[in-house]
């Protein structure tokens, strides 16, 4: 028996071509998606990764996504590519231009680099959210759309806006460590496919009495 589609596929239902699994379409070693993972784009959901833009490997950063993640139409992930120097006189970036003026290429060490960009795992990203460098959103966050990300979201809370803000909790702190450690995502789909009339009850108590 198959306990769901096949986390291998493409196009998880064939009927839904704007529909992608991120992981089997990513072809950068920078980018890093867990299973279920998808890409909703009527436009092309294939072509995700032209979405992670100042994506350079010299910079050494990663996008990190996890499972169960749903993400919407126009999103962009701005990577540590697009930071500028900002300890001179001017931020202008010189060094790309060439015909000399790569004389003036910035250390390292002068660029405001701040890491890997970590996506959680079941988060929900509405349409059109930018997420800027080095940003974390935790575990089962939601992300309004229309936001631009500038700040780490914990788990399991709502934030949207510009630049986006927490707008509240989704369940209580008792509910929110409860779910931290009891990890879903990470059972085999057959335990999830015996579960999930308790994951996507509005009853959370059932989520309580789990079977194994």
Known sequence: M???????????????KSLCYLKNVVTRA???????????????????EEHVTHHYEFNGDRLIIGKFCAI?????FIMNGA????????????NIMGH???????????????GDTVVGNDVWIGQNVTVLPGVHIGDGAIIGAN????????????????????IRKRFDDELIDYLL??????????KIFRNLEALCSGDLRKIKYIKD
């Open 2 to 16: 198959q306990y769901g589609p096949d986390p291998n596929a493409i196009h998880p239902n064939e009927n839904i």
């Open 30 to 48: 920078t980018i890093i998606v867990g299973e279920y993972t998808y890409y909703d784009d009527p436009n092309g959901a294939e072509r995700f």
């Open 72 to 76: 919407a139409a126009g999103i962009e």
């Open 83 to 94: 930071n500028h120097r900002m300890n001179s006189v001017t931020t202008y970036p010189f």
């Open 100 to 114: 000399g003026w790569e004389c003036s290429t910035p250390a390292m060490s002068d660029l405001p680099l701040k």
């Open 147 to 166: 936001s631009v990300v500038a700040k780490d979201i914990p788990a399991y809370h709502i934030a949207a806006g510009n630049p986006c803000k927490i």
């Open 181 to 190: 450690k009891l990890k879903w995502w990470d059972w085999s789909a057959e």
